[in-house]
């Protein structure tokens, strides 16, 4: 029972490479053993379930002989481990100076809120359907702010 089970790690390009272990090792002791260095990046999905406990055993999670793990090599972890990707240093020095675009949803949501203050506060200036078009208004942002933050 404490033997040696066969696991076929599976890649994205469709490339396999069959990995030996003992059903008592945890994921972290998989990704350790045949990913040195790479932990970090390495993430492992088996049944549909993203595996992020590094302290499970095979074992608790049914993993079994001749079982499929699919292999995914992150690439935001490896930007952080210090590897360089000229694509993200010009992203970041974007994101320091806020364009007119970041600022276009708050200041919306900013004068949505003032009309519906007006709205309230002086009921006598808005008529029937000047009240509907602003709750048109308001269902409308809101589907496009859940759209667009809600991911």
């Known amino acids: 029972c404490s033997g040696l089970i066969k696991i076929r790690l599976k890649f994205l390009n469709d490339t396999e490479e069959v990995a030996e272990v003992r059903p008592e090792d945890t994921v972290g002791v998989l990704k350790s053993k045949y990913f040195p260095g790479q932990e970090s990046q390495m993430k492992f999905i088996y049944r549909g379930q993203l595996l992020q406990d590094q302290g499970r055993t095979l ?35 974007g994101s320091l100076s806020p364009g007119a675009g970041s600022l276009t949803v708050p200041a919306l949501m900013v004068v949505l809120a003032v009309v519906w203050y007006l709205r309230i506060t002086y009921r006598q200036l808005f008529t029937a359907p000047a009240t509907v078009s602003l709750i048109g208004v308001t269902i409308l942002f809101s589907f496009l702010v859940f759209g667009m933050y809600g991911q």
Do not use: E, Y
């Open 59 to 93: 074992r608790s999670l049914r993993i079994t002989d001749n079982c499929v793990i699919h292999c995914h090599r992150s690439a935001t972890a490896a930007a952080t481990a210090g590897l360089p990707d000229p694509g993200t240093a010009t992203a970041d020095s």
